[in-house]
């Protein structure tokens, strides 16, 4: 009972939110990287500062296709 409890919990939630938004900003960066694309601190701080999910989905998507990591951030 506890446990289905702790899951509806909006501190459960919280930290649901809080993971997939860390996961996809390392993702992004990851996909640059292995691209061998080099990553500028400023978008490095840029993508680890976003804490929007929608947002980081489209640089996730933009950096499978970028030349430039400054491309995640084209038509901002």
Do not use: N
């Amino acid at each position: 009972m506890a446990i289905q409890y702790f899951r509806r919990h909006p501190l459960a939630e919280q930290v649901r939110a809080e993971g997939r938004i860390q996961e996809r900003q390392e993702m992004t960066l990851r996909v640059l990287e292995w691209r061998g694309i080099p990553v500028p601190d400023s978008v490095r701080e840029r993508v680890l500062a976003c804490e929007d999910l929608g947002r980081l989905e489209v640089w996730a998507q933009r950096a499978v296709h970028a030349t430039d990591a400054v491309e995640l951030f084209a038509c901002e």
